[in-house]
């Protein structure tokens, strides 16, 4: 709301007898939705700061208020009869436009609403989390904010909380095995409450929290305490009999985009005498350290060397040693094209020797003959006595000792007295400059006794030990299994989750849902004071209108206004439990425009599609081999259907995407002397449009230039222009302009890692006998650069013009961009699997100013598209850009240099 970006939204008024139009609303902000009525255009506009109708007198050109609501915005305003009838606050209003009167209309509909009736429903589609007890019989499985106690093979399924409306969450079992601690919003905020293993008992709220968001529930051995953390990356612990909570430390940074559970500190785990924990945090040199925190003392001693990050530290169940991943194993791996390299698989596992005297996890074999009153050796680690741990922290970071495996993308170690486990995933699924951790992994155990690696779960997604570390539970897909905790292939049982169903009542879950989403938005989003709202305010004035919702759209339409006051952009709201989908029918795409023959009422070819002969991507359907379809020819049927113009062309492919369907083509508009042929439609043209595209650019500007100049499009600053920026950087080096095209691109990460190569500095040549010279940097290019964006342009395509402009690449040339310069590190699960965002951290320059965000970025030659230009194909920011190079390179050829004179040796005399 309030946008003020490159794609506020103006009214044009276009001129069918001269093919021109003119704006007539020229405001920075939002003008949509016009309704011609007499000689006036009404329109919505958020002028005053909310959604308005304004009018516009076309005779004067002069602009006026016509409503002024201050609580809601006017929504979907809608003309007819001289009325306007808009939606407000989920009510009716009429507006007569001839004398500005607008009044509620009030309307009683005694609708069914099927989808407010409460109903016991099975929630075991939505497992939200899970926890393994002691010994490893039952289980916790968290399901639409329910906990509920499973069996693991025997006995019943029982809802622990019977809490509808209300959200239970991070379930963990007690290892005593006599309590389940939890968290639970029941008081509008997640507290911590503690209950009987079987429920018998009303549950005990332990603590009395403010604000916050609180996560990763972890008892201690002994059962007496009780650790979390919070979205302020603060480690607690709370004493499970008095509530007492006792803050031990707080990470002060974090990287960008990894989820909640991946955050600093969220990795700790506790000591078996209960007297220490261990954690990962970031420091100032922003890497990953290992630190010990001391119960009772509250010392805190830092047990990495602070050279690699180290993280997900697990003490070994005798107390001795301190197992964790690190990232370095540096095997770099090379680009084929450039001297450029990345470092893949750098994580290994790693031990820390407690004790000074303490002896390896993997002592040193050797088949001896022990003495007769000796026990033979077995090879194993020395145990210390059962007690107390102890930390001889002096030195502690030097006694380290690698594990015996490859180098991995490992995490979730956890380890027994048989075996450490791990996941671990082949490739980048758990890197840290992705969004998410995406893709199964597989859970291998290295046996302590073998000194081998074994697979254990393929395919899965998270899995815990049991307190005595003889069970492992883990989730793959929606089933959750129990399993021997042992580093072989796991013979185990999965959960039977039939009986996961719980009373249900919509609206009390929606009051939830609505309630949390507020909350996520207090406790997550990048500034404290909620850019000056009075959040509590908007919660009471959205609140109400979620007591009016009938469907869970209604929902998320509601949270949709409620997070669009924060006036920031990447605030999305999406998914939920929508009880009525419309079922989508595919529709077969030949890749092909249609024009219509009115004397025959039949479809010709106007245009085939075509992709060039480097990509692989796609397949157009009419340029198959065999397919020999010309422009101009006549469709006659489909699968010996007729066609005709009579019908949309697309509804002769419904439901035929991907299937082979036959095809009659024929030169003339009739059977006689038609062809048949046999194609596979596509489920979509957009890759195959956008290639063309791109395709027809690169050789409208080798054209205009007489190849001088090079064109590449980005269309985002992820994969999809990692994958389609080397396809057109490499072979275009050598030009002596280029045009990097920026325009919709849709974002993603930092565009850097495309403009430095783009920018690279020219530094030295290398001459070669018999042929042309070279440089160093190996690929290099010296054209003049233009950068090409849009109002379609954002995130990500907004930093690439802006970085281009820094970097002092060259011109920008376009319209100002979209303006969305915040970033998200996550997306919150809602109870039902519907979710939020809220951006987390925000830009602005090293000198301290706020950029971009709700601005966009301003080109240095601001060229429009316009509507007549668009439908004759001209690119009048292209051309451009193709003008602004030439003259360029007219001014400044920067041609590539020939041989140099070769060096002759003037010292030696010469011989007679």
Not at 749 to 765: A, M, N, V
Not at 867 to 872: D, Q
């Amino acid at each position: 709301k309030r946008y003020r970006g490159g794609m506020a939204q103006e009214v044009y008024l276009y001129d069918f007898e001269t093919n021109q139009e003119r704006n007539i609303t020229n405001y920075a902000g939002t003008d949509r939705l016009p309704m011609w009525i007499g000689g006036k255009i009404f329109f919505s506009s958020d002028r005053d700061g909310m959604l308005n109708i304004y009018v516009y007198d076309v005779s004067s050109g002069q602009i006026n208020p016509v409503t002024s609501h201050k609580e809601y915005d006017v929504r979907r305003p809608s003309a007819g009869s001289g009325m306007i009838v808009y939606e407000l606050g989920g009510d009716i209003w009429l507006l007569n436009s001839a004398t500005g009167a607008d009044r509620k209309i009030d309307i009683e509909v005694r609708a069914d609403a099927p989808e407010v009736r409460p109903y016991f429903k099975d929630v075991a589609g939505d497992i939200t989390g899970y926890s393994i007890s002691p010994s490893g019989q039952r289980a916790l499985v968290v399901a639409r904010g329910e906990v509920f106690s499973v069996p693991r093979e025997h006995g019943p399924t029982r809802n622990l909380t019977n809490s509808n409306g209300v959200r239970e969450k991070d379930a963990v079992w007690s290892p005593d095995g006599k309590t389940i601690a939890y968290f639970s919003d029941a008081r509008g905020e997640y507290e911590l409450y503690l209950q009987d293993a079987r429920g018998d008992k009303a549950p005990l709220r332990l603590t009395e929290h403010a604000n916050g968001y609180r996560h990763a529930l972890r008892w201690s051995p002994d059962s007496k305490k009780i650790a979390f953390t919070d979205q302020t990356l603060t480690l607690y612990y709370a004493d499970a009999a008095t509530g007492k909570i006792v803050k031990a430390d707080k990470a002060e940074y974090e990287n960008v985009d990894v989820s909640l559970d991946r955050k600093p500190i969220a990795d700790f785990s506790w000591s078996p005498d209960s007297r220490y924990i261990a954690y990962a945090k970031m420091d100032a040199d922003l890497v990953y350290k290992i630190y010990i925190y001391t119960l009772g003392s509250g010392e805190i001693n830092c047990v990495s060397s602070g050279i690699f990050n180290d993280f997900n530290p697990v003490f070994t169940p005798d107390g001795a040693h301190l197992l964790f991943v690190s990232n370095r194993r540096f095997d770099p791996v090379f680009c084929d094209f450039e001297w450029e390299m990345v470092y893949k698989k750098a994580a290994g596992i790693y031990t820390l020797a407690l004790r000074r005297d303490g002896a390896p996890l993997l002592p040193l074999r050797s088949d001896e003959e022990a003495p007769s009153e000796q026990p033979a050796a077995s090879g194993k680690a020395a145990k210390p006595a059962a007690g107390d741990v102890q930390i001889d922290f002096p030195g502690l970071a030097e006694r380290i000792e690698a594990l015996p495996l490859p180098q991995g993308n490992y995490r979730d170690l956890a380890v027994n007295k048989s075996a450490v486990f791990y996941l671990n995933a082949p490739e980048g699924d758990f890197n840290r400059f992705e969004f998410r951790e995406v893709g199964p992994r597989t859970l291998y155990g290295f046996s302590l006794e073998d000194r081998e690696e074994k697979t254990v779960l393929e395919g899965i997604d998270s899995y815990q030990l049991s307190a005595d570390g003889e069970h492992l539970i883990y989730q793959k897909g929606s089933s959750i299994g129990i399993a021997a905790a042992r580093a072989a292939k796991a013979e185990g049982a999965t959960l039977d989750l039939g009986e996961l169903k719980m009373w249900f009542e919509p609206r009390a879950e929606w009051r939830q849902i609505f309630t949390e989403a507020w909350r996520m938005e207090r406790d997550f989003y990048y500034e404290p004071n909620m850019r000056g709202l009075d959040w509590p305010k908007m919660k009471q004035l959205y609140g109400r209108l979620i007591e009016r919702a009938t469907c869970r759209q209604d929902v998320r339409y509601v949270i949709g206004e409620l997070i669009g006051e924060l006036n920031t952009s990447h605030t999305y709201v999406f998914g939920g439990d929508i009880q009525r989908r419309a079922k989508r029918v595919n529709v077969g795409m030949l890749g092909a425009d249609w024009r219509v023959d009115a004397a025959s009422n039949r479809y010709q070819f106007a245009k085939i599609y075509r992709v060039p002969d480097w990509t692989q991507e796609i397949t157009p359907p009419l340029a198959a081999p065999g397919i020999n379809v010309k422009e101009g020819e006549y469709l006659l049927q489909v699968n010996g259907q007729d066609v005709t113009a009579s019908r949309s062309i697309y509804s002769y492919f419904q439901g035929l995407a991907g299937q082979e369907v036959v095809l009659t083509v024929n030169a003339r508009p009739v059977l006689a002397g038609a062809r048949t042929m046999t194609v596979q439609p596509l489920n979509g043209e957009f890759t195959l449009r956008y290639l063309d595209w791109m395709e027809h650019n690169r050789k409208t500007v080798e054209e205009a230039s007489g190849g001088q100049i090079g064109y590449l499009h980005l269309p985002d600053t992820y994969t999809g222009s990692a994958r389609e920026f080397p396809k057109y950087f490499y072979s275009q080096t050598r030009k002596k302009g280029l045009i990097v095209d920026g325009r919709y691109n849709g974002g993603g990460l930092d565009p850097d890692i495309f403009l430095q190569r783009l920018d690279k500095q020219l530094l030295t040549y290398w001459t070669r006998r018999y042929s042309h010279d070279q440089t160093t940097p190996a690929v290099v290019t010296r054209a003049h650069l233009v950068c090409l964006t849009n109002r379609q342009a954002g995130s990500g395509g907004d930093m690439l013009p802006m970085e281009f402009r820094m970097r002092g690449m060259g011109p920008v040339i376009g319209t100002r961009t979209w303006g969305g310069l915040v970033g998200v590190s996550m997306f919150i699960r809602l109870v039902d699997g519907g979710g939020l965002s809220a951006p987390d951290y925000r830009i602005y320059t090293p000198e301290g100013q706020w950029i971009v965000e709700n601005e966009g970025v301003t080109p240095d030659i601001e060229i429009d598209l316009n509507s007549e230009e668009m439908a004759r194909g001209y690119d009048a920011q292209l051309m451009k850009g193709v003008e602004v190079l030439l003259e360029q390179i007219k001014a400044d050829p920067r041609p590539w240099p020939e041989h140099q004179p070769f060096p002759v040796d003037r010292q030696r005399p010469a011989v007679k």
